[in-house]
């Protein structure tokens, strides 16, 4: 007997209506009740704040420092109540659950708001950007065969998620979480923090999948930064737990790690669950959590942000339905200290617990000019100063009249490498993205193409050129240096060195790059539409829905 074909559209909406049941009782409906203690209480109402404020253009907030009501900042779930249990106050988890549970605006400083909403425009830019490159293109493919769910059609009213750059595709919301993630990351071209991790990538795709499920509910713009700002602080707090994770990683990527217990933290505060749900949330995502460095350079490594999207919003969604997990999992060596040999959450506390601010007021982010990892920066850089010395002698660089070139730059095998042999290997590699800028005076993202990768000139002066390592260069992204050296067959030498790119967080871009980026990168998208979310990320206001920003992120 033939099997009954699968409806792709019924598939779909049956999907978005059975997560639309799991937030049936959000925080934003009327009536909500806290699941710590019963009361029940007036919702926050279509996430509109009672208090005006000033929205400045230039990606700030208002300057008014208002004292913290705690009843109007969220409201628990009351689907499947656990039990109530009595935790010490002074253990992480607690600690990060409470941060996710009663976090609002008012806790956000100017400094924080300003560095967020750059930061999530640039993620929106790369993810719209990464959607046509074949690793998602491929991703996609396969997920969409996998759940039958993918379709297109949403401006006939359909439900589901947009997928970022797609013409009017929508698919599943966990489904769009990786997707999205991995279109963030398919380029290595998305934001880098200290200590080392993508933070975006695994936290805004959940955020905008979860928000359009929550459509009737009606999230907006500043619950959404709120949310969004949540999952960034739990990441780089969980990353200050260890002294290992400032260096260049080596054993797992931070993004599969910290990432995923950042979208669980981000997705739980949309919901607006409590502190206990919240904990469940962590220790579920903690499950879910891990990805080796070995995949660096490889077509897989991008899918780690994505999988770190789905795998935080699923556990946000299955705590709220009342999956437990272990209530200290951020406190023992046998939970999230089973990532990092020199775990120390004692030290955590110690340092950070009083802090007035979040971590983003203190330490900015790395929004990058070039599509590769952060590394390359100083080498392209380094290698653009050699250029530019090379012309200011009146000279002109020819490979046949280079001896050697010679990178001196830190210890780290994943990033060294001479040969590479695809694009994503290129995007790490220390000597591709020298010559490269050596050769052409600028790197693009069709600089990693094979047309440009396979030329004889490049590949020649590949053959020439080598990686010198020394102790006081320290593979970490806050102090290494990298210099660029070329030996010319006369004897004479021409160098150049970089301590600090343009894009670091010592040497950020100015609002005009990064909105000079976002425009590059989202050239398929109609002019009015980049307008509009340039407009809806400056103001991120209470009085619109984040649905609204994620209409605007199709390809027409």
């Not at 070329?486 to 967080?505: E, M, N």
């Amino acid at each position: 007997m033939t099997p009954r074909a699968t409806n792709p559209v019924k598939a779909c909406t049956d999907v978005a209506k059975s997560i639309q049941c799991l937030t049936a009782r959000s925080p934003r409906f009327p009536s909500s009740q806290d699941s710590n203690t019963g009361e029940v209480r007036p919702a926050a109402g279509s996430g509109k704040s009672t208090i005006n404020k000033i929205i400045k253009n230039d990606y700030s907030t208002s300057p008014e420092d208002r004292p913290v009501n705690s009843q109007e900042k969220r409201f628990a779930h009351t689907v499947a109540l656990p039990a109530t249990k009595s935790l010490p106050a002074t253990s992480v988890t607690s600690w990060i659950a409470d941060l996710i549970s009663k976090t609002s605006i008012r806790d956000l400083s100017n400094t924080t708001v300003h560095r967020s909403k750059r930061m999530l425009l640039d993620t929106l830019g790369v993810g719209i950007l990464g959607h046509n490159t074949d690793i998602v293109q491929t991703v996609a493919r396969t997920c969409m065969v996998l759940e039958h769910a993918a379709y297109v059609g949403g401006r006939n009213g359909m439900g589901g998620c947009v997928l970022w750059g797609s013409r009017n595709m929508r698919t599943s919301p966990a489904t769009a979480a990786y997707i999205n993630g991995a279109s963030v990351h398919s380029m290595d071209f998305d934001d880098t923090w200290h200590p080392a991790t993508h933070p975006s990538g695994p936290t805004l795709p959940a955020l905008l999948a979860l928000s359009e499920t929550m459509s009737n509910l009606s999230p907006s713009l500043e619950d959404l930064l709120v949310a969004y700002n949540v999952g960034i602080q739990v990441q780089g707090l969980l990353l200050r737990s260890s002294n290992s994770a400032k260096s260049i990683p080596w054993r797992f990527h931070p993004p599969a790690v910290v990432g995923v217990m950042g979208s669980a933290a981000a997705c739980s505060s949309l919901l607006g669950l409590g502190p206990e749900k919240c904990r469940a949330a962590l220790g579920i995502a903690a499950s879910f959590a891990g990805a080796p460095m070995a995949n660096a350079g490889t077509t897989t490594k991008p899918l780690h942000a994505g999988k770190a999207a789905r795998f935080g919003l699923e556990a946000a969604l299955l705590a709220d339905q009342g999956i437990e997990g272990n209530d200290n999992i951020l406190d023992m060596p046998s939970g999230f200290g089973a990532f990092y040999d020199d775990f120390d959450p004692e030290t955590l506390i110690a340092e950070h617990y009083n802090s007035p601010e979040f971590l983003l007021h203190y330490q900015d982010i790395a929004l990058k000019r070039f599509p590769a990892h952060l590394g390359m920066h100083w080498t392209i850089d380094a290698a653009l100063a050699v250029r530019s010395n090379l012309e200011g002698n009146a000279g002109a660089l020819n490979v046949d009249s280079i001896e050697k070139v010679v990178i001196k730059a830190p210890q780290s095998k994943y990033i060294n490498r001479p040969l590479p042999a695809t694009r994503h290997e290129a995007r790490h590699s220390f000597q591709f993205n020298a010559c490269t800028a050596l050769l052409d005076g600028e790197v693009t993202p069709s600089s990693y193409h094979s047309n440009h990768r396979q030329r004889a000139q490049l590949m020649a002066l590949l053959q020439k050129t080598e990686v010198q390592t020394s102790d006081d260069n320290k593979p970490s992204f806050n102090d290494m240096y990298v210099e660029v050296h070329i030996h010319l067959k006369d004897g004479s030498q021409v160098c150049g060195r970089c301590d600090t790119p343009y894009g670091h967080w010592r040497n950020p871009l100015s609002d005009a790059d990064v909105i000079k980026k976002f425009n590059t990168n989202t050239a398929a998208l109609t002019n009015q539409s980049q307008q509009e979310i340039l407009k809806k990320v400056r103001n991120m206001d209470s009085s619109e829905k984040a649905t609204d920003l994620a209409k605007l992120l199709y390809s027409y």
